[in-house]
């Protein structure tokens, strides 16, 4: 399976870098295995991230769906026990090299199970997909699937 390097700016609120000492840290946990791919794992991939800029970029398998995610101690912890801070982006799927937010998103995912406003977005071929836009939901499953 091909590699998309995906790239991002990780900051807090006021748009300002975490500082390198809270050692913040950016990750991305595939939401579902792909069996036609051969991908087995729900390990996460962690990224890189610039202590100055607040950027970074991160290899990802592409096709697959990954929650972005941070974490960085608060105040003056300095375990991995006392790590608090945390907070998830919404997940999206990896399918082009390029900036985090060019990448195609979904509302959420549940046992595997996408779901989202409206159809599914291009790329997302291989899931089951319910579109909950309307008064009833619309479900979508992947081709060869019975």
Not at 84 to 93: L, V
Request: glycine letters at 12%.
């Amino acid at each position: 399976m091909p590699l998309v390097t995906v790239t991002y700016n990780a900051w807090d609120h006021n748009r300002e870098v975490v500082p390198a000492s809270r050692q913040p840290r950016v990750g991305f946990r595939p939401l579902r295995t792909s069996y036609a791919n051969g991908l087995m794992t729900n390990r996460e991939v962690w990224g890189s991230l610039n202590a100055t800029t607040g950027a970074g970029s991160v290899p990802l398998e592409k096709g697959v769906l990954y929650m972005p995610f941070m974490d960085w101690l608060t105040g003056e912890a300095s375990t991995e026990n006392d790590r608090g801070g945390y907070c998830e982006w919404k997940p999206f799927r990896a399918v082009i090299s390029g900036a985090i937010g060019a990448q195609p998103t979904v509302s959420g995912v549940v046992n595997g199970i996408v779901f989202d406003y409206g159809p599914p977005p291009a790329g997302l071929e291989d899931v089951a997909y319910i579109d909950i836009s309307g008064e009833k939901p619309v479900f979508w499953i992947p081709e060869g699937v019975s």
